[in-house]
């Protein structure tokens, strides 16, 4: 049984859902904390994800399912608040009779300078316990530069966007992919040369990541990095092997009960998945969203079952268990015993 120093997983990452009204100022309470950053997206119509942090500061849009440029917007997410936000009157966040879903994730605030790193980062905001940094820097166009994460740990998975000029991909690093994949594709990424022109060939340590060249992650330009590390009951950044089999499917421990599922097959083309505890979640019908698209939400379709220690995949969908695919996941959840000895209430 998984033990972590995280009792309450909810102080850390929520989902929270909600309904449209067209209002601007509508508020969003219920978060259980203010967040730091806030992905939202969009369940009944074809609207763009939106991502928005307190680094960047409110009103200041990403949109990871394209590579749009940042952009600052007075309608979309107004401000920050201590259970949650505010949004304006933006399609992307509040349409009347449309219904939303957000997930949020407590960091520590706009944070400071990191100097760590080769560069000095323009704002890295922390929070060790959870395992999540968010980081603001200016590339150097100078490959080996490196920039300092603050998460006292080596990050698993790094999500990295340029924020100005259009056409540039999301860079994902992921500890059991050999090259990066970009959030806002479907694609396989099987040239290991990526990993040289992006990371400049060089795993993340402790202290920093490594960056390359690439317009995508080195430029001389503003970029936005969003770096996790594991805890143990907390969060999880793997891979696994699909079996091919919906009756006995493949089963990844987690050593929690996921509350929050990334999936991406690596193996052929396909979106990333995103799986929650909060839209349904109930087995067998826990509904999804595409990370790298903006499609309505899908329902009525059984592909994960999240359970007390992981979650399993009773699908032979290409999405989540191939026989022989290799998928990678990212996961957060509620531990089912934290440091004090309380079990949790598994659902």
Same mark, same amino acid.
């Given at each position: =049984?998984?033990?972590?120093?995280?009792?309450?997983?909810?102080? !850390?990452?929520?989902? $929270?859902?909600?309904?449209?009204?067209?209002?601007n100022g509508h508020? %969003?309470?219920?978060v259980g904390f203010?967040?730091?950053?806030?992905?939202?997206?969009?369940?009944?119509?074809?609207?763009?994800?939106?991502?928005?942090?307190?680094?960047?500061?409110?009103?200041?849009s990403l949109v990871?399912?394209?590579?749009?440029?940042?952009?600052?917007?007075? @309608?979309?997410?107004?401000?920050?608040?201590?259970?949650?936000?505010?949004?304006?009157?933006?399609?992307?966040?509040?349409?009347?009779?449309?219904?939303?879903?957000?997930?949020?994730?407590?960091?520590?605030?706009?944070?400071?300078?990191?100097?760590?790193?080769?560069?000095?980062?323009?704002?890295?905001?922390?929070?060790?316990?959870?395992?999540?940094?968010?980081?603001?820097?200016?590339?150097?166009?100078?490959?080996?530069?490196?920039?300092?994460?603050?998460?006292?740990?080596?990050? $698993?998975?790094?999500?990295?966007?340029?924020?100005?000029?259009?056409?540039?991909?999301?860079?994902?690093?992921?500890?059991? $992919?050999?090259?990066?994949? !970009?959030?806002?594709? +479907?694609?396989?990424?099987?040239?290991?040369?990526?990993?040289? %022109?992006?990371?400049?060939?060089?795993?993340? @340590?402790?202290?920093?990541?490594?960056?390359?060249?690439?317009?995508?992650?080195?430029?001389?330009?503003?970029? %936005?990095? !969003?770096?996790?590390?594991?805890?143990?009951?907390?969060? $999880?950044?793997?891979? !696994?092997?699909?079996?091919?089999?919906?009756?006995?499917?493949?089963?990844?421990?987690?050593?929690?009960?996921? *509350?929050?599922? %990334?999936? *991406?097959? +690596?193996?052929?083309?396909?979106?990333?998945? =995103?799986?929650?505890?909060?839209?349904?979640?109930?087995?067998?019908?826990?509904?999804?969203?595409?990370?790298?698209?903006?499609?309505?939400?899908?329902?009525?379709?059984?592909?994960?079952?999240?359970?007390?220690?992981?979650?399993?995949?009773?699908?032979?969908?290409?999405?989540?268990?191939?026989?022989?695919?290799?998928?990678?996941?990212?996961?957060?959840?509620?531990?089912?015993?934290?440091?004090?000895?309380?079990?949790? @209430?598994?659902?």
């Amino acid at each position: =049984m998984a033990y972590t120093t995280i009792n309450k997983s909810t102080d !850390y990452f929520n989902t $929270k859902l909600y309904s449209g009204n067209d209002t601007n100022g509508h508020a %969003i309470t219920g978060v259980g904390f203010q967040p730091d950053w806030t992905w939202i997206k969009c369940r009944t119509h074809t609207e763009d994800h939106n991502l928005y942090d307190a680094v960047r500061g409110a009103q200041k849009s990403l949109v990871p399912n394209s590579t749009q440029a940042e952009g600052d917007y007075s @309608t979309v997410l107004q401000s920050f608040n201590t259970d949650g936000f505010t949004v304006g009157t933006s399609g992307w966040v509040n349409d009347n009779g449309k219904t939303y879903a957000s997930w949020n994730w407590k960091a520590n605030g706009q944070g400071s300078s990191n100097t760590d790193g080769s560069i000095n980062t323009t704002y890295t905001s922390v929070n060790t316990t959870a395992g999540f940094s968010i980081v603001k820097y200016t590339g150097t166009d100078v490959a080996g530069a490196t920039v300092g994460h603050g998460l006292g740990a080596v990050p $698993k998975m790094i999500i990295l966007k340029r924020l100005v000029g259009s056409g540039y991909d999301w860079v994902v690093y992921h500890k059991d $992919k050999t090259a990066g994949l !970009y959030l806002n594709s +479907t694609g396989v990424n099987n040239d290991s040369s990526a990993n040289s %022109i992006w990371f400049n060939g060089t795993a993340p @340590t402790s202290s920093v990541f490594s960056i390359g060249t690439d317009g995508r992650i080195g430029d001389a330009t503003d970029f %936005i990095a !969003y770096c996790f590390a594991e805890k143990t009951g907390y969060s $999880k950044f793997g891979s !696994y092997t699909g079996n091919g089999s919906s009756s006995s499917p493949t089963f990844i421990y987690t050593g929690f009960k996921p *509350k929050f599922v %990334i999936v *991406k097959n +690596t193996s052929q083309t396909d979106d990333w998945f =995103m799986h929650d505890d909060k839209r349904d979640g109930y087995n067998d019908d826990n509904e999804y969203l595409f990370a790298s698209a903006n499609y309505v939400e899908g329902v009525n379709t059984n592909r994960i079952r999240l359970l007390s220690n992981g979650f399993s995949v009773p699908t032979t969908d290409k999405s989540h268990n191939v026989s022989g695919n290799n998928y990678i996941f990212m996961a957060f959840g509620q531990s089912l015993v934290g440091s004090n000895n309380v079990p949790c @209430t598994a659902r």
